[in-house]
């Protein structure tokens, strides 16, 4: 531990000992270790710290992001086979009355990277805005109420993106410090933008951290449709677009947190008291959740409404982890409503 009272970033426990070989080492994209741990570097206080520039680098420097995983994820790496089911959303049982009451809106989305192109990080103007375009194109194959319209950031202004992000909608401008040092940001806002249908409830963040993330989203605690939804548009994307994936890890995308399902099921959900007696951070370790404020990753609670989702995103299949969010945050609001 090299950061006073800081623990150890995974990246510095884990970036191999023999760095002046690796340093020569590079993937077909031209990816080095260097690039893969920059953002640790520069930002001590990472968690993780490292970030993937193409697919490559998982098994290029597997000596480096497979401990990391192995660690974030709590898998074994060795014995890990990618395992998918999306399940019968039908099949999920609505929240008691009281209950759904507490809970402000209801989230789920997967990140994406398409095959052929690497992260964010590689991307150079030309090749995202190419990708950008296939993406478009892909997107305005979507019919029936996925059918939607797209729009460049670059095309927006800044009262329309504002108004956006206050819905929750839309991704923050270029903020995440982390991701900036890891270079998602590089040549921001070109070849950025978001997609969405009439009804706002299903929508695609384009060149954002990952290539795609697929969004389905609605007031209320209805995760039943969310779901519902949200497994309509995989099937829908999956036939117009190829994603990378990987036999041990899944969806692979930018951040090692994210590889597996890529899945991310949230509520936005008020929960003062739990949080108020100190119990919010203990029931969601238990119940392998992770609590985030409600303007995103990193941001505070705002008048004890929290963002609740599944921490882990790997190991376990889509229909698993929906199931693992539900089951805790019914935990947490009978504590909230004891
Ligand atoms: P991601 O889920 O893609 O990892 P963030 O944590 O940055 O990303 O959240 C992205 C946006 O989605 C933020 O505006 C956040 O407030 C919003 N959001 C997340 N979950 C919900 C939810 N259940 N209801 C409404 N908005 C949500
Ligand atoms: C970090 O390592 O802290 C950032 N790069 C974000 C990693 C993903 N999120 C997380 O660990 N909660």
């Known amino acids: 531990m090299s950061h006073g009272a800081k623990k150890a970033s995974l990246t510095e426990k884990y970036l ?3 760095l002046w070989a690796w340093l020569r080492v590079k993937t077909s994209f031209g990816t080095t270790i260097y690039d893969c741990a920059k953002s640790a570097l520069e930002h001590p206080d990472s ?37 998918h089911d999306l399940g019968d959303a039908s099949n999920l049982e609505d929240l008691p009355q009281n209950m759904a009451d507490q809970i402000v809106s209801t989230r789920v989305r997967v990140g994406r990277t398409v ?3 690497p992260m964010a990080s590689k991307l150079t103007k030309d090749t ?8 478009k194109e892909a997107l305005s194959k979507l019919d029936g109420d996925l059918a939607g319209t797209y729009k460049s950031l670059t095309e927006m202004s800044q009262a329309e993106k504002d108004a956006l992000i206050e819905e929750h909608i839309l991704y923050n401008d270029a903020e995440d410090k982390y991701l900036a040092s890891a270079g998602g940001y590089d040549d921001w806002p070109v070849g950025r933008g978001i997609f969405m249908n009439k009804d706002k409830n299903f929508i695609v963040w384009v060149n954002e951290e ?28 999956e036939t117009v677009l190829e994603f990378v994936r990987h036999d041990k890890f899944g969806y692979l995308t930018f951040c090692p947190t994210n590889i597996g399902t890529g899945l991310r099921a949230s509520v936005h959900v008020k929960v003062p008291k739990t949080a108020e007696s100190g119990k919010l ?25 929290y963002d609740i989702s599944n921490k882990i995103r790997i190991g376990r299949t889509e229909w698993d982890l929906i199931n693992t969010m539900w089951i805790g945050v019914k935990k947490l609001l009978e504590n909230e409503l004891a």
């Open 115 to 117: 095959k052929g192109f």
């Open 128 to 135: 995202r805005l190419e990708l950008e375009s296939r993406i």
């Open 281 to 305: 951070n203990e029931i969601c370790q238990s119940m392998d959740l992770q609590p985030r404020g409600v303007h995103g990753e990193h941001t505070e609670s705002v008048g004890g409404v």
């Open 210 to 237: 990952d290539h795609i993330r697929i969004i389905s989203m609605q007031k209320g605690a209805s995760l039943k449709q969310v779901w519902g939804r949200l497994v309509k548009a995989i099937h829908a994307m």
């Open 16 to 18: 191999p000992k023999d």
């Open 47 to 83: 968690n993780v710290g490292a970030y993937a520039p193409d697919p490559e680098a998982y098994d290029t420097f597997k000596d480096f992001f497979y401990p990391i995983i192995a660690e974030y994820h709590k898998v074994d790496v060795e014995t890990l086979k990618s395992i």
